[in-house]
């Protein structure tokens, strides 16, 4: 299955683990400081990419958040069924979705 999926920089392992299975696009990682580049910065058009980026991504963020005001998806499920879990979050899903439409 090829996906397309928006990551931060915390993913960054990502493109090793699952690069050849799917479309992965981070944003762009500022250049470290050194000794022949005092002062690191992004270029224009990286920055511009990095916007774009953050604008696709502020809807899933949200989207998470607003999951969470469903307190079962906040707290540890002690249920060893995989299941259930995904019960959880698809009953915390629906629910979001219904209440933002």
């Known amino acids: 299955m090829d996906y397309t999926v928006r990551a931060d920089l915390g993913f960054l392992g990502l493109v090793?683990?699952?690069?050849?299975?799917?479309?992965?696009r981070l944003p762009n990682k500022k250049p470290r400081k050194s000794k022949n580049n005092l002062s690191p910065e992004l270029t224009k058009q990286q920055k511009i990419e990095n916007r774009a980026h953050a604008?696709?991504?502020?809807?899933?963020?949200?989207?998470?958040?607003?999951?969470?005001?469903?307190?079962?998806?906040?707290?540890?499920?002690?249920?060893?069924?995989?299941?259930?879990?995904?019960?959880?979050?698809g009953l915390a899903a629906g629910l979001w979705n219904f209440n933002i439409s």
Request: hydrophobic share 35%.
């Open 16 to 24: 090793n683990d699952y690069g050849f299975k799917s479309d992965i």
């Open 55 to 89: 604008q696709r991504r502020i809807f899933v963020e949200h989207s998470i958040g607003g999951m969470k005001h469903f307190h079962c998806l906040t707290h540890r499920i002690r249920s060893q069924s995989n299941v259930i879990m995904d019960q959880f979050f």
